[in-house]
């Protein structure tokens, strides 16, 4: 597929904000579906942070040495570096002017990855253990051992000690020293780690880099493809395929030594340690031939029915429709369902997966609520979060995946309201027993990451007295209020309605969307 001219545009604005260092998790999320969707447009990006990546060599490297044997590359490129920060910063002034009434959550308690395997691990500073939160900018020196993080875009990395890795984001971090491995699944197309002598954009692949720690790293591409950018004077970014390998240094590339012994090391299995959890579930398929009934398999819950139960529909008319596995449940503006899902309304962590299609002509009245559910939470006053569409166009994108709960929301950047059909997931952790941190939701839509950004309204509204009514019960399609259920419903189809009682990880989500279960072996952690 080739680029258009809008095409271009748009994307010159992506990339520019990925060089200033200010995009935003809407654009960030813009960015990946083009990533994923359009090889031209991985090519365009993966040029665009390589040019960058060259520039700022100009400008800043203070280095002179002997140069290593070059490695001469035909690929010619080109690009228009100048424009970048200034379209950038014409669509984030827009952006930011429309949002001047939110904040967003401090950068210290921004989680972005998560510690999901170690073994014989030794730490510098504060242990760390299989489980643990990563939040944005920690930096990791591992002693010894193995270490795997799994970034919440879905991006896996193990690093080797004596390593030092900084995490910048859910899309990627710098390796300092030591030697890395990055498993990058479909969904993480665009994940990057960086070192000062390159910058490898990942096309959805497997790669190593070794740090030296002296200021030179060697790639070896494992499966797939990578975009490495060179930081050496005058060197160009470089497409490196599988069994293909480079040395980048100040003073510029070359062969890797005594590759085919790294690369058949790096072949070899790694056995790590990893956290286990059984995870409560319930599952509505909505796969009944007929009736208003909604049958809920239930897993590791209480023997209490979580059955879910249609309303507002005449006697024998059908609430069925073909759907994205077998049959769907239909909501025309006026049905919905409620089931009991017991500690559904606790402070404790869920995630809500599930298909849904928004018919293209969906009145902005029927944007509330896909599901929804009242809290018995302090931080939350009582009040209900809801899965929603976004239907205020000064707060983000309209149609795109919207959660809102009391004192802010968290919005992602693809528009639902398209007639087709779309995985949804949401990783809401209110955190009540963290009263100074902020909530934290993760949103996954087609399985990419949305957003990891809650942004607060400057009045959250008071809290409501627990109504024990409301305790634990989902609601398909229809919206509560502090006073209860309200008027408005929900219009669209909704298939596969999964609700786990802790945060999923990416490749868990991933699961559901593909095989409509988790894996037979989960990773897990408290949040």
Same mark, same amino acid.
């Given at each position: ?31 990946? %579906? ?95 253990? #299989? ?24 991006? $896996? ?24 491995? %990055? ?141 994205? +596995? ?36 969906? #009145? ?45 929301? %968290? ?5 639902? +309201? ?70 408005? $419903? ?34 897990? %952690?408290?949040?």
């Amino acid at each position: 597929m080739s680029l258009s001219d809008r095409d271009i545009l748009e994307l010159n604005e992506l990339c520019g904000a990925v060089v200033d260092g200010t995009l935003t998790e809407a654009q960030r999320a813009r960015l990946s %579906a083009w990533l994923l969707e359009s090889e031209a447009a991985r090519r365009f990006y993966a040029r665009a942070l390589g040019q960058s990546a060259s520039l700022h060599a100009y400008a800043g490297e203070l280095h002179a040495g002997t140069p290593d044997v070059m490695v001469r590359e035909s690929r010619s490129r080109r690009f228009w570096p100048y424009a970048l920060p200034v379209a950038a910063a014409l669509v984030l002034g827009g952006w930011f002017a429309t949002r001047g009434h939110f904040a967003s959550a401090p950068a210290e308690s921004e989680y972005v990855a998560r510690l999901t395997g170690a073994k014989n691990a030794r730490w510098a500073a504060a242990s760390l253990h #299989p489980g643990d939160r990563l939040e944005k900018n920690r930096r990791l020196e591992l002693t010894a051992g193995l270490a795997e993080i799994t970034f919440d875009s879905g991006a $896996r990395v193990t690093i080797e000690g004596p390593a030092s890795l900084a995490i910048a984001s859910a899309w990627g971090g710098t390796l300092h020293r030591g030697i890395l491995k %990055a498993s990058v699944p479909p969904e993480a197309i665009g994940f990057q780690i960086s070192h000062p002598a390159v910058e490898v954009v990942d096309l959805g692949t497997e790669f190593t880099m070794i740090a030296d720690g002296r200021g030179a790293a060697e790639v070896l591409v494992l499966k797939g493809e990578v975009e490495a950018a060179p930081r050496s004077r005058g060197a160009e970014s470089i497409l490196m395929r599988e069994r293909e390998s480079r040395r980048f240094a100040a003073s510029g590339i070359s062969e890797v030594a005594d590759r085919e012994r790294k690369f058949a090391l790096l072949h070899e299995p790694l056995l790590l340690d990893r956290v286990t959890l059984a995870t409560r579930l319930v599952h509505w398929s909505f796969d009944e031939a007929g009736g208003t009934l909604l049958r809920a398999v239930s897993t590791g819950m209480p023997n209490e029915s979580s059955h879910a139960q249609v309303y507002g529909a005449a006697p024998g008319e059908a609430v069925r429709v073909e759907g994205r +596995r077998d049959r769907a449940l239909r909501l025309d503006g006026e049905r919905y369902a409620r089931a009991t899902v017991p500690g559904l309304s606790s402070g404790g962590p869920h995630t809500i997966a599930f298909w849904v299609r928004v018919p293209e002509d969906a #009145p902005l009245s029927e944007a509330y609520s896909i599901v929804t559910w009242a809290t018995r939470s302090k931080k939350l006053g009582n009040r209900h979060a809801g899965i929603n569409w976004n239907r205020d166009r000064t707060e983000g994108p309209l149609g795109a995946l919207r959660t809102d709960f009391r004192g802010g929301h %968290a919005i992602g950047s693809t528009s639902l +309201r398209d007639g087709r059909w779309h995985h949804i997931a949401v990783c809401f952790a209110p955190g009540e027993d963290q009263p100074g941190t902020p909530v934290r939701v993760r949103h996954y839509v087609d399985g990419q990451l949305e957003g990891g950004t809650t942004f607060a309204s400057r009045a959250p509204g008071p809290a409501v007295e627990e109504d024990p009514a409301l305790a634990d019960v989902v609601w398909i399609g229809r919206r509560l209020g502090p006073s209860g259920p309200r008027t408005e $419903r929900f219009r669209g189809d909704i298939d596969e309605l999964f609700i786990a009682d802790r945060v999923l990880e990416p490749h868990e989500i991933v699961s559901l969307m593909n095989d409509n279960r988790l894996p037979a072996v989960s990773l897990a %952690a408290k949040e």
